[in-house]
């Protein structure tokens, strides 16, 4: 079975600081990974994805994810947070055989000006 | 190219009744899927249609159920609504069963009183 789980229900940082959510994931089978960004009264957009390629992953909007098999972690980070990246923010986790795909319950993102 | 649609956006119902949400998806994408957002639980999987017929289903009970029309087009029911019950549905599509990119709707959010 597969299970995310995202360390942080909220995180605060300071605008021009350094992003870091954190994801672990349990996958019995090589993993396929995501992290989606879902701002106030939208849906979810994919920000980035992991599906055995290069483990270091560049996303949209300045974000990147590395997989770490041995830690079996996808944490995402961004260098310097900006104030539009105040959103809720998900991990979630798929195998390259199943169609479900398995999410977090969410890391609260703010960004203090 | 039209986005994932989602109607009603907001709806109130009070306990007892039934809901029925509609989901078109984006034009070509033959799968939709389901899922719930409460706050703290993140999206649970409800479940994922394809070729109108239904591939994947979440642990939900038998009062939510769902179709999908030959126009790929889904709806949902919810009949016997309980407070429980609130939360936003999203609905994502995808090109097929399987595929590793969902693209989501901007969610109907129901409040059961």
């Known amino acids: 079975a597969q299970s995310v789980t995202q360390l942080g229900s909220h995180v605060s940082v300071s605008e021009g600081a350094l992003v870091l959510l954190r994801c672990n994931y349990s996958s019995s089978v090589p993993p396929y990974l995501f992290w989606y960004v879902q701002y106030p009264n939208q849906g979810l957009q994919l920000l980035l994805k992991?599906?055995?390629?290069?483990?270091l992953v560049k996303g949209i909007n300045g974000f990147e994810a590395e997989f770490k098999k041995s830690e079996t972690s996808f944490h995402l980070t961004k260098p310097s947070a900006h104030m539009s990246d105040a959103a809720e923010y998900f991990c979630a986790v798929k195998t390259n055989t199943g169609n479900q795909f398995y999410f977090g319950t969410g890391t609260s993102l703010t960004v203090i000006p | 190219k039209a986005g994932v649609t989602q109607t009603p956006r907001y709806l109130i119902k009070t306990r007892g009744q039934q809901v029925t949400l509609s989901c078109s998806p984006i034009?070509?994408?033959?799968?939709v899927s389901w899922y719930q957002q409460t706050p703290g639980q993140g999206l649970q999987f409800l479940f994922e249609y394809f070729s109108e017929t239904q591939r994947n289903k979440g642990n939900f009970p038998g009062r939510f159920s769902g179709r999908q029309f030959s126009n790929s087009r889904s709806e949902m029911n919810v009949s016997t609504l309980e407070l429980g019950d609130s939360a936003l549905y999203l609905c994502?599509?995808?090109?097929?069963?399987?595929?590793?990119?969902?693209?989501f709707g901007a969610g109907s959010r129901l409040t059961v009183l």
């Open positions: 994502a599509s995808s090109l097929t069963t399987g595929a590793n990119v969902l693209t």
């Open positions: 992991y599906t055995s390629a290069a483990t």
């Open positions: 034009s070509g994408h033959r799968s």
